[in-house]
């Protein structure tokens, strides 16, 4: 790989004296910060490794939304379902909250929306309904049933209010809003197989766990499931791979010894401004620019060559996961980790054997 | 290198039973009595028992809804003493580095995950892989699959069915084939909320038991070791020993493993209507020589509960402890996840406690009765030593069971059992069945030849629990990896795989189905081993002659 693809101080560097230089840091900071934008199964094993060895703490920069699902998870419970398996039966779709084709621009298609459900017992045109929103979902003109428009900020009421319409209770809404609410809890008790699309980003976790709960009283008589749309899924593959190897998700530390989570403690936005964090190791095996608050601190910056940080102490060119290299990763379709060929190998480090090579250059001391 | 585990009391049942004397281990192996040479290592091992390494046939350690037991309930799990320098992670709760060494310490080396849906064999086997010491397998579920139950409703022949799960095997990288409810979490997704062995799956129009006898006809026709290991339909319900009985007739002989029969031990009696029925159901077993079963004991804790019965986990859902759960639709196959506390002041957690321990000592063949928890179901996998001794002393069931609600004696015939297991029985169950069960020829026993997985314990009479919970020394392939029930190290196990022989005419149309089903290549249940941390972790075994 070309020289000048490694810095330090904006200086070019061969490797070896970058792994060198962030090895040092890292082994002279008495809180170091992994804070991961983009990586693999394969980087997150090595960054959690190399954080649990020197003490460290593992972050993602969308831990935010990501921990707002696990909230739900972790307080109340969830239903979901996998985009391939509600493409197949889905009859009705409910959408809530706005932008969720821009968010997921596939959407349309991977859910096929515009398709008859194949393992329907019979087949028929699905229903699509929109809550929120202003009904700028163009990708959708011609699907949609029926749509109550609502800001962002009422979506929690409105929410509660459709839960309370198709549990038959009492609601104090208008005449007009609560007929169009019970039509729709009409169409979603009808439903065979429903499936409600919902996004952490417009939604807090009290909205989400109310969405839940619809979802509850729907399974009581209906099939229901839910599928989130925004978090993103490079947070999901670390939060898999550090859920079987620590057995918490990230915003976890191991200055102790052995792993503890909190969302507060570890968030490293926060370590940073209080200034306990005293280095920082950012690790974007995919396009992306460290956010402008992350330069506050001593920065080991581990990026797609040419993307320079002009902020970084030290920088290190990875190749791209999945394209420089075979990658295995979250994939919403499945739900799952699956794995991917590179789609143009090169022979450049992965962040994965970066991490491990900087960890090969720590001393004995830092174990 | 020449070791020698000298003058220990050597329980090793497959080798016609138990000897006092010297036990040799060279490189992986162990080996006879080398004569004329000295060995380069000796261990001490007078008095102390001496066995195989304990195998595992039934334990849900790695895998997509195990992670997401561990991330629903961080609060059982919490951390609390540093992990030591050359086992990083291992004193994190419920992470693959724990299990590891957790297994380990009590002298098991082998741990099949018996509940691996295709779509998410990857993410079981990057689990495995960091699973340090143990050597493991996965069972790959089939039978509430699209692809298969259309092949039945279109009556296919058992050819191309055969194929089909030999591809999936083969692809997965599973040790043998697992069914769950057999159309029972596909029937869920129509709406179904309880679904027995004659009962139709909509769309397909085919029945349980159609699904199970074509997968244990395949199995036959692969020859693969492990007969088909069947998740009955019904769990967990009141008076469900019918759907028990009724399976082992259907299986008219043909090779067939029960999983978890604890959890189909009931009757009605009693003013609960919930009462134990594994004194009938431990006589049909003993009456089926083609079946076998593992007990999925019950044993009092918090845990949780994680199946890909789907079904099932959504009707326990109302009862989990804590309130939450998940519940997850899945390609094919999803799970469910509840939390659930077993109590011992709980009527029915009580009868189920007796039922399984009933199974144990009613089923008199331990060759065909395996030790399991079904962990972390029925209880963590940590309970083994308690269960252990339980089975071995009359009189400390009596002291459990005295501490239950009265009514508990009343519901089981727990109480008026003598049966004690003798250590040559509990080898027999832990370690020379499993092995012949799974087809593991070189392990389960300590004749020469023999991978060198190995466990000595304590001798203690007084305290058959500290004595399994604490091994005094493991050996796995030769490598001292416990002294005193402390790990001492890591080391990569391996992933064991059964890879029959069939015709590949049905691949294409796999390709073709994927593409159009799932708008993605069949790499989807294609393990590529070069993807994993240690690609060289498999080990095939070898198929029934």
């Known amino acids: ?367 | 290198m020449l070791t020698c585990l000298r003058g220990g009391r050597i329980i090793d049942p497959a080798n016609g039973g138990e000897r006092v004397g010297d036990l040799f281990i060279e490189g992986e192996r162990i080996v006879a009595e080398p004569l004329g040479r000295k060995a380069d290592q000796i261990y001490d091992v007078t008095g102390k028992i001496v066995m195989a390494g304990g195998i595992d046939i039934h334990s849900h350690i790695a895998g997509g809804n195990v992670n997401t037991g561990r991330l629903l309930l961080p609060e059982l799990h919490p951390g609390q003493t540093p992990a030591s320098a050359n086992l990083p992670l291992s004193s994190a709760g419920w992470s693959t580095f724990e299990t590891g060494c957790l297994y380990a310490k009590m002298g098991f080396t082998t741990v099949v995950e018996p509940a691996v849906s295709p779509h998410h064999a990857l993410h079981a086997h990057l689990e495995l892989a960091d699973t340090p010491i143990i050597d493991k397998a996965i069972l790959t579920v089939l039978g509430n699959d699209d692809f298969l139950l259309s092949m039945l409703r279109e009556r296919e022949t058992p050819t191309a069915i055969a194929q089909y799960v030999g591809t999936m095997l083969v692809g997965t990288r599973g040790l043998g084939i697992k069914c769950i409810n057999a159309g029972g979490a596909t029937a869920f997704k129509y709406n179904a909320r309880a679904f027995s062995l004659d009962d139709v799956v909509p769309h397909y129009g085919v029945t349980s038991r159609t699904i199970v006898e074509a997968l244990q006809r395949a199995v036959v026709d692969l020859k693969i070791t492990h007969p088909l290991h069947l998740h009955m339909n019904n769990l967990g319900i009141a008076g469900n020993v019918d759907t028990a009985i009724a399976t082992i007739e259907a299986a008219r002989g043909m090779p067939l493993h029960l999983a978890h029969l604890q959890f189909y031990s009931y009757g009605t009696e009693g003013k609960r209507g919930f009462s134990s029925a594994a004194a009938p159901l431990a006589e049909a077993v003993n009456g089926a020589k083609n079946i076998t079963v593992d007990v999925g004991q019950v044993m009092f804790g918090p845990t949780f509960t994680v199946s890909l019965d789907v079904l099932r986990q959504y009707n326990g859902s109302q009862n989990a402890r804590p309130r939450k759960s998940v519940i997850f639709d899945g390609d094919a196959n999803g799970g469910g996840i509840v939390p659930y506390d077993y109590r011992r002041s709980d009527f029915y957690n009580a009868v189920q406690w007796a039922c399984g321990l009933e199974l144990f000592l009613l089923i008199d063949n331990p060759w065909r009765v395996f030790f399991t928890t079904d962990h972390p179901n029925g209880a963590p996998f940590t309970t083994y030593p308690d269960l252990l001794a339980l089975l071995m002393s009359r009189d400390l069931r009596a002291q459990w069971l005295a501490e239950m609600p009265r009514s508990v004696a009343e519901m089981t015939t727990l109480g008026s059992i003598g049966r004690e297991y003798s250590l040559q029985e509990i080898a027999t169950m832990t370690r020379a069945a499993p092995a012949k069960l799974l087809g593991l020829g070189d392990r389960g026993h300590l004749g020469s030849g023999a991978r060198a997985d190995i466990a000595v314990y304590d001798n203690n009479n007084d305290n058959r629990a500290a004595m399994f919970r604490d091994a005094h020394l493991v050996f796995k392939d030769g490598d001292l990896v416990v002294r005193h029930g402390q790990v001492t190290h890591y080391r990569a196990g391996r992933t064991l795989e059964s890879r029959p022989d069939f015709g590949h005419a049905i691949e294409r149309r796999l390709d073709d189905y994927y593409e159009e089903v799932y708008r993605a290549p069949r790499d989807l249940v294609t393990i590529h081993a070069e993807a994993l941390p240690h690609a060289d972790m498999f080990e095939e075994v070898s198929l029934r002659p």
């Open chain 1, 1 to 367: 790989m070309p020289q000048s693809a490694c810095f330090i101080d904006a200086r070019a560097v061969s490797r070896a004296e970058a792994v060198r230089s962030a090895a040092a840091l890292i082994e002279a900071s008495r809180l170091p910060v992994f804070l991961v934008r983009a990586c693999d199964v394969a980087g997150a094993r090595a960054a959690i490794r190399l954080a649990e060895r020197v003490g460290g703490i593992i972050d993602h920069v969308d831990a935010e939304a990501a921990l707002r699902e696990l909230d739900v998870m972790r307080s109340f419970g969830k239903f979901i379902v996998t985009p391939n398996e509600s493409r197949q039966r889905a009859d009705t779709v409910l959408l809530v909250g706005a932008g969720l084709t821009k968010l997921w621009p596939e959407m349309v298609g991977r859910l096929g929306l515009g398709e008859l459900p194949r393992l329907a017992l019979q087949p028929e045109r699905r229903r699509i309904l929109c809550l929120g929103g202003d009904g700028d979902e163009t990708s959708l003109s011609g699907l949609v049933d029926q749509t109550i428009k609502a800001p962002d900020e009422a979506l929690p009421g409105v929410v509660a209010a459709l839960r309370a319409c198709v549990a038959k209770r009492r609601v104090g809404l208008s005449a007009s809003h609560k007929s169009a609410l019970d039509t729709i809890a009409e169409k979603l008790r009808a439903a065979q197989y429903g499936l409600v699309i919902y996004s952490p980003l417009s939604l807090d976790v009290l909205a989400i766990e109310m969405l839940m709960g619809l979802v509850v009283d729907l399974n009581k008589t209906t099939r229901f499931s839910t599928l989130s749309v925004g978090a993103s899924g490079n947070a999901e593959t670390l939060m898999q791979t550090a859920g079987w190897m620590t057995g918490f998700p990230v915003r976890t530390g191991f200055g102790r010894g052995f792993p503890e989570h909190d969302p507060w403690r570890f968030d490293t936005a926060r370590l940073i401004e209080s200034g306990e964090a005293d280095v920082v190791i950012w690790i974007a095996s995919a396009a992306a620019e460290p956010p402008s608050w992350v330069s506050r601190c001593p920065l080991v910056a581990l990026t797609l060559p040419g993307s320079a940080v002009a902020q970084a102490k030290v920088q290190i060119a990875v190749g791209r996961h999945g394209h420089d290299h075979d990658t295995i990763e979250f994939v919403r379709d499945v739900q799952a980790l699956a794995w991917r060929a590179a789609s143009g190998a090169s022979d450049l480090p992965s962040a994965a054997a970066t991490l491990d090579e900087i960890a090969t250059s720590l001393s004995r001391e830092a174990a």
